[in-house]
């Protein structure tokens, strides 16, 4: 038999088309009991209302020549950088820009090229060149908070709300989005009124959580991360490529809404407020596959899958 | 101004030729105080005493068509595995096989493709083809410990020995190497002694550390890393390439005592047991780069960076 690591701890990214159960069931997945689910077991006996369609307003398609990248955007966070990302988006101004950066267990960062040159940058029109930064928000009860049992190294509460990742921090009454794999932010200058959308990065490798409250996140990438992870890393200061010719070309980053029905990927996403992620949690932390000897017993938010399947499998 | 995140947290794959203050000078490292030091300061003041060279007998270079990856072997926690792989290495049996399996965010694996076929599978000759687990061991105060001072979500207490990232549980008295971004180690099936370092995989994404104590892990990549991340990810279960074209050939894996020494490429890693490293842990628990708006103030073991370096640079 082959020696194997058990199957891997993300599901994040199902490729469309395929069976959505078969990224989950590796080695051991069949012998569990039924008193410790899986999660293969969990999705496999979900409901549909323990899953939430996107969004067509608040998600973008990002298509490269090698494919497309599915990112929901996180509007209860960051309303005015979403506004404005979707503005950006509306007025074409990502098309025909590049990724410009791959820097190894880092970040994938997109933008203007000629963004340092005013004669040859990209005019913005409409949409704004810069914000005020959205790095915390007002704590809510309304925003609902599936918070984990074991703690966090950097935030006083970690858990997951609308979906998204975050902390919370009780006594201040504030909450914000924390920078996990996958995590969508608008990339800033030294002044913390720099950023604003035109500029976007993606998180590639370990959660770079010492970013947290430092740059405003305002989506996740649910689809076609391995098209960003596996891009050639940049060889200049930062992982910026050296060359124009290595920078990797965006054909367009629209907004879902505005993409015809036919052409759209209907996607759905594991509600985090239900008794069947909380489960699913219980069922990460101790892994009960026939394959592991120590359950870990804990789990940190960012080894939590958030599942995303073709609508209605 | 280019609108950025500032410079990685990751330092570890420093490519030779490159001047390895270089990357870490990216926005603001120019403006700290001398209160403050980043992890450039304290690199470019550190002595000869604050590094240690690899140990020939212990590191291994896989060469791929593509490059070179560099693993450092951790004999004191894993000693039969250290010592299986290398006579496995002698005796030529990784040359000419395969990495078999890339899956996002998790692991890159190789062995032979042939594994489970009896007739066609490479013979082993001297080395073992299993080994007893070593998922953990007994804690000697002769290890030294640079422990952190955040915690850890997973293990009572974490930290650094020999270089390594480790966790140490004082009342059981055992210690184990942990599951972070680039450490390596032995695949197995589901019996516990079914690995042995005849298939071997690196982590690539979130450090998946519900695996600790579950597999043993015998060493960590000190570079080359972005020759295992950027590979394309695998269609089959788990990660696993479809097709044997998909495979990505290994032409040698070799212990370094064995290269001839004009083509070996010295390198020196920053010791762990020092006042400097501790001051670097301090200086990324709190960046003060002009960048950062709220220092973190605290810091997970999987985002301390391991710097490596030309000797002498």
Known sequence: MKRSICQGGWFLFVAIGLAVM????????????????????????????????????????????AGRVIIELAPTFAPKHVANVKALAREHYYDGLAILRAQENYVVQWGDPEAEKPALARKIKTARPTLAPEFDRTWEDSLGFTRLPDGDVYAPEVGFASGFPIARDPKAGRTWLIHTYGMVGAGRDVA?????????????????RNLDR?????????????????????????????????????????????????????????????????????????????????????????AVPLPVRPVGK
Request: aromatic share 6%.
């Open 214 to 302: 430092n740059v405003t996140l305002l989506g996740r990438v649910i689809q076609g991360m391995e098209l960003l992870t596996t891009l050639p890393r940049g060889t200049a200061a930062m992982g910026f490529y050296e060359r124009p010719e290595q920078r990797v070309p965006i054909k367009s980053l629209r907004v879902v809404a505005d993409v015809p029905v036919a052409e759209r990927i209907p996607l759905e996403l594991l509600r985090t407020d239900t008794v069947l992620f909380q489960q699913l949690v219980e069922s990460r932390r101790n892994r009960r596959d026939e394959w592991y000897h120590v359950p870990a017993g804990r789990i940190d938010i960012s």
């Open 22 to 65: 078969s990224v989950v069931t590796g080695h051991g997945a069949d012998s569990a009991t039924p008193k410790s689910p899986t999660m293969a077991d969990l999705l496999k006996a979900s409901k549909p209302g323990d899953w939430r369609q996107l969004d067509p307003e608040n998600t973008l398609y990002m298509d490269l020549t």
């Open 192 to 208: 913390l009124d720099s950023g604003g959308g035109a500029e976007l990065y993606v998180c590639i490798g370990q959660a770079p």
